[in-house]
């Protein structure tokens, strides 16, 4: 990639453009913005309406470190990642701003809120929303040689079961991938060895560090700094490397006891702060939730069958998934906090409830942490519904026990947390009631499209965490947020989308939307 001055307007090697598409509004940097190596201008902007002046007012508050809306498509690409331009022939995702991965990142300036645009990430009929590569069946080899000519590829023609029509005319239906893998929907060929079959397409994530950054292709992929309304560093994040993400070790947020402890190679300099606040507006399509009574020849170990509490049926549901990774350094694989999607939906009502886990020791994040019965959502309306146990969690009266995600409408999501202290040291052999530092700070809020008070669905402040730490990474550190499709090596039988914009990372309290 070219590097070259980032000005507003112009047409780089990666074919950005700084007009804003189909919308009525012009775009609004904050009211007071300064270019790298400048002084700090005041900007004007025409107004565009109710939705527009809420949206600065909330991404220029106080304690904002950082916020993308979309309306520039260049802040889609630039954290972009995709595993299969994975840096140093490593397992983990590489920045991918050209689409080299054939990822489902995308920009989409056909949807939004006022002048705002969108992040939208699909997966596709089939896809299993992870890396695009070869798994194989352990099949007899003499059999597939009668079915399969060497090299000969042929499509699944059952999407999500695997299974393959075969020259012949006969099928092979297979149960299981080796490694417990779950089927795709693209090709099947016999290598001389063993029936394979390719995955699709590269999933991939929008993976942005935590940390202040400078503006540009080398920066946040905007014509204006980020805000660091707290006086952060803004440092550089250059993208011509496939490597950027995984190289990028600073800007990280943990206890105070960690900063100046040195671990992964970290300095003091390297620590942003001890707590933070992170708001997004996301949207399941239509559909995301759908379930089916199982087709014939299912995998009999397929996890998504499973009954509907609310009518005693068995159905297939769209494999659960993810939302948000709120998380450490690539290389650290403790630690995190992932927002849910689709999942559990056999409990719910309609569709499927907030909830929140954690790495090993941890798990989900409910209220006790350990022991029975948990409340998922713990504070709010439906803390005492809510629960592990299934009669409670189910219907109450015919109403819904849990917040449950709504489909094809904007929610708001605002997450909290301050990290504690890691308990790795004092944690093997013991059970977690056990663990010395119960002081990691979770809270989460959620409000339905033209709310404009939030929701409290979860504040606990006495979790107890894992940690750990990468041979690079400090220890009790987050510094990114990734918004993806994983599903978990799943197949999806029918399509579906999750988009997001208006994110802000913050160090204060972010209001709810007014629009």
């Known amino acids: 990639m070219k590097r070259r001055d980032f000005v507003l307007g112009s047409a780089g090697a990666l074919g950005w453009t700084f007009l804003p598409r189909l919308s009525g509004a012009a775009p609004c940097p904050p009211p007071e913005f300064s270019a790298v190596g400048g002084s700090a201008v005041a ?10 002046a809420d949206w600065v007012a909330r991404s220029t508050g106080p304690g904002v470190v950082w916020a993308h809306d979309f309306r520039y498509e260049r802040e889609v690409s630039q954290f972009r990642s995709s595993d299969s331009v994975s840096p140093y022939a ?30 939208r990430t699909t997966a596709p009929n089939g896809m299993e929303g992870f890396p695009s590569g070869t798994w194989w069946e352990n099949v007899n080899s ?7 000519p060497t090299g000969t590829k042929y499509v699944a023609t059952d999407a999500t079961h695997g299974t393959y029509t075969f020259p012949d005319g006969s099928k092979y239906s297979y149960v299981q991938l080796q490694g417990g893998e779950a089927p795709t929907n693209t090709t099947a060929y016999f290598d001389g060895e063993r029936l394979k079959f390719e995955k699709r397409v590269s999933a991939g994530g929008w993976a942005r560090p935590f940390s202040a950054l400078v503006q540009g292709e080398t920066g946040n992929g905007l014509p204006y700094p980020d805000r660091a309304s707290n006086g952060e560093k803004r440092r550089t994040y250059d993208v ?59 995998n009999a ?47 719910a009502r309609d569709t499927a409830p907030f909830r929140m886990y954690s790495n090993r020791g941890v798990i989900f994040l409910q209220d006790p942490q350990s022991g029975s019965p948990n409340a998922y959502q713990n504070v709010g309306p439906f803390a005492a519904t809510c629960t592990s146990t299934e009669a409670t969690w189910n219907l109450i009266g015919g109403k819904t026990a849990c917040f449950e995600w709504p489909e094809d409408e904007w929610v ?33 809020w959620v409000a339905r499209q033209g709310q404009t008070t939030y929701t409290p669905v979860f504040d606990k402040s006495d979790l107890a965490f894992i940690w750990g730490a990468g041979n690079r990474t400090p220890i009790g550190s987050i510094n990114n947020v ?16 999750q988009k997001y914009t208006q994110v ?3 160090k204060s309290f972010i209001p709810c939307p007014a629009v």
């Not at 025409?46 to 939705?51: C, R």
Request: net charge neutral.
């Open 482 to 497: 990734d918004f993806s499709c994983y599903m978990n090596n799943m197949p999806a039988w029918k399509a579906f989308e």
């Open 142 to 148: 003499a059999a597939s040689r009668v079915h399969f």
């Open 504 to 506: 802000i990372f913050s």
């Open 43 to 52: 900007s004007s902007c025409v107004d565009g309406g109710a939705a527009e």
């Open 301 to 347: 170990d397929n996890a998504n069958v499973s009954t509907w509490l609310r009518d005693g049926v068995p159905y297939e549901y769209l494999p659960p998934g993810k939302l948000a990774f709120i998380q450490p350094g690539p290389e650290q694989l403790d630690g995190y906090v992932i927002i849910q999607s689709g999942a559990y939906q056999r409990y």
């Open 90 to 119: 490593s397992t983990f995702a590489g920045n991918d701003p050209d689409n080299r991965g054939v990822n489902t990142i995308h920009w989409d300036a056909t949807d939004g809120i006022g002048a705002s645009k969108c992040l």
């Open 240 to 298: 011509s490397r496939s490597s950027a993400f995984y190289d990028f070790r600073a800007g990280y947020y943990g206890n105070s006891v960690y900063h100046a402890a040195g671990g992964g190679g970290s300095t003091q300099a390297d620590w942003d702060g001890t707590e933070f606040y992170l708001q997004f507006r996301v949207k399941l399509s239509k559909g995301r939730h759908a379930k089916r009574v199982p087709p014939a020849g299912a």
């Open 412 to 444: 708001t999501v605002l997450f909290y947390m301050k990290p504690g202290r890691d308990n790795t040291p004092v944690a093997s052999g013991k059970a977690q009631s056990e663990w010395p530092y119960k002081d990691t700070h979770v809270r989460a």
